[in-house]
């Protein structure tokens, strides 16, 4: 047997817990919209320190796939993000990168075996969820439109339910915290359905605070049952949201897997 750990954090684009690049928009003449200014964000918002912090996290908790959600990727950076996370021995998956554009809301990464890329459903908003194979499992990191996209959750949705019968985990910043709102209303669903709330499972309190600003829960592991009984650990480390690293806890999962589900996936 050998544990698999499966992290998700909220990076908020490496502003540390107060800035943030929404902030930062202009107002254009040209299409009477307001676009967000990646150069001064590149040039004007120093993000070495939460950087720094930030890797050193990662070699501390070593989790074998990473979902970052809110990662910044600009041309004018002067940090070299990626290649940075490649010495640290993580690559990112090749598809989790927008071919254009200037960031993706969900990158994930890997250490050691290399996972299977499943294309998101319907192609819709695919950059905001990155699904991977790795054994005979699937991982579904995802950051939900705070407005409740009904498309999106309905895509999301079927997909889910699609895969309920095997092993599938859906974790990361699912902006689930409002009851009335399309995205807690579809977890719900879910869970009426017979998928686990690894937090709530493991006996810890449903409104455990994720995110600073509001202190909610918003960031979550859902499991399919089958899953459910693999996993060893499930916690919801408050560290990068307290020391200002970002606004939001990590989420972390460990699962126990079997040594040669591995081998075949590889």
Known sequence: MRKLRIMSINMNDFGGKKRHLMEHKY?????????????????YVDKSETWEAFKRYILQKNPDILF?????????????????????????VDES???????????????????????????????RSVICRIADMLVYGSHFPSESDEEFLAYTDAFIRANLSRDILLIGDLNANNPERGNRKMLNRLLEDGAVDLW????????????????KRIDYAIASPSLAEKVRNIEID??????????????????????????ENN
């Not at 499972?201 to 600003?213: H, L, Q």
């Open 27 to 43: 107002f254009s003449n040209r299409d009477r919209e307001k676009h967000i200014d990646w150069l001064y964000w590149a040039k």
């Open 68 to 92: 970052v959600e809110e990662m910044l990727i600009s041309c004018y950076e002067e940090i070299d993000f990626l290649g940075e996370l490649k010495k640290l021995g993580y690559i990112y």
């Open 97 to 127: 990168l927008p071919e254009r554009g200037n960031y993706s809301l969900t990158m994930s990464f890997y250490k050691g075996e290399e996972p299977e890329y499943v294309e998101s459903p319907g192609n819709y908003r695919r950059y």
């Open 200 to 215: 709530t499972a493991a006996g810890n309190p449903e409104d455990t605070p994720t995110e600073a600003k509001y202190r």
């Open 238 to 263: 408050s560290f990068p949201m307290e020391s200002g690293m970002t606004d939001h806890a990590a989420v972390i999962v460990d699962i126990e897997i079997e040594e040669n589900e591995l081998q």
